[in-house]
Structure formats: C-alpha cells, structure tokens
Nanobody, 120 residues
C-alpha cells in the first residue's frame, strides 16, 4: 500500500510564498518521478513541475522563475517552493509520483490535493 501525504497549502496574499511538501510511504521499491499538478475550478488539471529520479526538472513557462521543485530521495519527498504568487495560481495542487512497488510495474499515484488560494 502506497500513501502520499501532502502539506503546506493555504491562503496567501499576491506576491507571497508557500512551500508544498509531499511524502510517499509504503512498500516502495523505486521512485522514477515526482511532481505537482494543479486544477482550478472549471479548468483541466495542468502540470506545475516534475522532477526525475536523477534530478532533472520540467516546469511550464507559467511558473518558471517563480516556482522551484526539488526532492529528497532518502525521505521520498518532493517539495514545491512557490514565490511571487499570483491570483491565477489559485487551485487545488495535487502531488504525483510514478513508482514501482516491490511487486508490480511502474504506476502513477496521486495525493488527495491541497488548496492554494492567492487573494488579498
């Protein structure tokens, strides 16, 4: 059984910062990638940032220069540092992990989501 536990969402004023964390636990053999997606009301889920097991990252232009993604492989945790937040960053943020359990093939897992609201 794999669990993803997210933390760090909340309400912040425009220009402010938040840091999201997502820790994976369970019978994990190997993690191939971790990251974050978000979904605003009435919109499709979109990529915010992903990081591979080797440390390579991919972030869309909409957050480049403002958001940073990192991971701690020993802790099986991915972080999203969000700076210079804008109202349009308001969304539910979902943790994503691609991993293989001790018996199985690589599979996508999703966190329960954490609300980020940017408003004055």
């Amino acid at each position: 059984q794999v669990q993803l536990v997210e933390s760090g969402g909340g309400l912040v004023q425009p220009g402010g910062s938040l840091r999201l964390s997502c820790a994976a636990s369970g019978s994990i053999f190997s993690i191939y990638g971790m990251g974050w997606y978000r979904q605003a009301p009435g919109k499709q889920r979109e990529l915010v940032g992903v990081i591979g097991s080797g440390g390579s990252t991919n972030l869309p232009d909409s957050v480049k220069g403002r958001f940073t993604i990192s991971s701690d492989n020993a802790k099986k945790t991915v972080y999203l540092q969000m700076n210079s937040l804008k109202p349009e960053d308001t969304a539910v943020y979902y943790c994503w992990v691609n991993l293989r359990e001790y018996r199985g093939s690589p599979t996508d897992y999703w966190g329960q989501g954490t609300q980020v609201t940017v408003s004055s």
